[in-house]
């Protein structure tokens, strides 16, 4: 995944570049995973597990709890990814969201085309030098601006 961005110094200040980071799930020890909790209903793990399998396109390393937790960590983690961000929008964050056995859930791929549309509207936020990427992540108002934009294009 592509996470961060890096600015450019020059003659475009605010130019955001994406960059490539490896970020690892470690998980070293738990108090047992038993069970996730998802609007107001409690899922078992062994349909946690088959569901993280369709959620992360990645099959379960082990059947272990360690191995469910650190793919719920995979699907909370988001930040400075908006095609992980659109992806745990789908995958939780909706009041339609649903942990089942069999999920029919977008690809990754299909994430990162919706990301892509936030991404090129931040750049056209920022390429205005009407806001500069902290202004944006810090003040709800350019947050909002930013979906509005994005929403339009979708």
Request: one cysteine or more.
């Amino acid at each position: 995944y592509d996470f961060g961005c890096s600015r450019e110094h020059g003659d475009k200040p605010n130019t955001i570049l994406p960059q490539a980071m490896c970020v690892e799930n470690y998980i070293t020890h738990n108090g047992d995973f038993d069970f996730y909790e998802l609007h107001g209903r409690d899922v078992e793990l062994s349909t946690v597990q088959s569901w993280l399998i369709e959620a992360t396109g990645a099959a379960m390393p082990a059947s272990v709890d360690s191995a469910a937790i650190a793919g719920m960590v995979d699907i909370l983690r988001t930040q400075g990814c908006f095609g992980l961000s659109v992806r745990y929008a789908v995958c939780l964050g909706l009041p339609s969201s649903q942990i089942v056995e069999d999920p029919a859930l977008p690809t990754y791929g299909e994430y990162e085309n919706v990301g892509r549309v936030f991404e090129d509207a931040l750049d056209e936020i920022t390429s205005e030098e009407k806001y500069d990427l902290e202004d944006v992540g810090e003040e709800p108002r350019r947050r909002e601006d930013l979906a509005v934009r994005a929403a339009a294009k979708l």
